[in-house]
């Protein structure tokens, strides 16, 4: 008498993704096969597919880039003037008070 042939598993069991929270945003990477990644960014699936993970790991902060520069800034009071990063207290050209 001959064994049962047992039953593949299905496609679906093999996917595969992960979430990665860089800042505000959310990356779900998923391999859908052996050199077939797709991408969505907040929860929006990014068009195309990708050979490796780390394709489509760039085009994930690509796109996350991009909605932070579409992103209209907070400013603390109106009119407030932008502030030098490391300037300290004697500005940039060095004069002190």
Same mark, same amino acid.
């Given at each position: ?12 069991? #093999?996917?595969? @993704?992960?979430?990665?929270?860089? #800042? ?8 859908? !096969?052996?050199?077939?990644?797709? #991408? @969505? ?5 990014? /068009? +195309? !597919?990708? &050979? ?21 800034? !907070?400013?603390? @009071? ?5 502030? &030098?990063?490391?300037? +300290?207290?004697? +500005? #940039?050209?060095?004069? +002190? /008070?």
């Amino acid at each position: 008498m001959r064994p049962r042939r047992t039953a593949t598993a299905p496609a679906a069991d #093999l996917v595969r @993704s992960e979430v990665y929270k860089i #800042l505000d945003h959310y990356l779900v990477i998923t391999n859908l !096969a052996e050199g077939l990644w797709t #991408l @969505s960014v907040d929860g929006k699936p990014v /068009p +195309g !597919a990708f &050979a490796t993970q780390a394709e489509a790991w760039v085009a994930g902060v690509t796109v996350a880039d991009q909605h932070d520069r579409l992103r209209p800034r !907070a400013v603390d @009071s109106p009119g407030a003037a932008p502030v &030098a990063v490391g300037a +300290g207290r004697r +500005g #940039l050209r060095g004069k +002190g /008070p």
